[in-house]
Nanobody, 124 residues
């Protein structure tokens, strides 16, 4: 069984930065794809960024390219999301997800385990 625990959310002004972390339990982390999704009030959950097991392949949704960076530390079973130049439209609950498969996918149903989410609020 895998457990994912997010941290690092909070309230920040537009233009500011936050770094989210997701710590994973279990022995599958280093061979798994990791991703961040988000869900804004009244909207469906959407893919934000994903990274393959080695960190050599990363994929971002268009709206965060150039502002967000996903990375991972397999020795610490942790994936990160560095968020810069934050905008009010980035306000959402951010979820960490793990896919036991080998390639980064953007569909929710591809992911096998989910964290409980962390709130990010960007004020204008």
């Amino acid at each position: 069984q895998v457990q994912l625990v997010e941290s690092g959310g909070g309230l920040v002004q537009a233009g500011g930065s936050l770094r989210l972390s997701c710590a994973a339990s279990g022995r599958t982390f280093s061979s798994s794809v990791m991703a961040w999704f988000r869900q804004a009030p009244g909207k469906e959950r959407e893919f934000v960024a994903g990274i393959n097991w080695s960190g050599g392949r990363r994929h971002y949704t268009e709206s965060v390219k150039g502002r967000f960076t996903i990375s991972r530390d397999n020795a610490k079973n942790t994936v990160f999301l560095q968020m810069n130049s934050l905008k009010p439209e980035d306000t959402a609950i951010y979820y960490c997800a793990l896919d036991l498969g080998g390639t980064v996918k953007t569909m929710e149903r591809a992911y096998d385990y989910w964290g409980q989410g962390t709130q990010v609020t960007v004020s204008s």
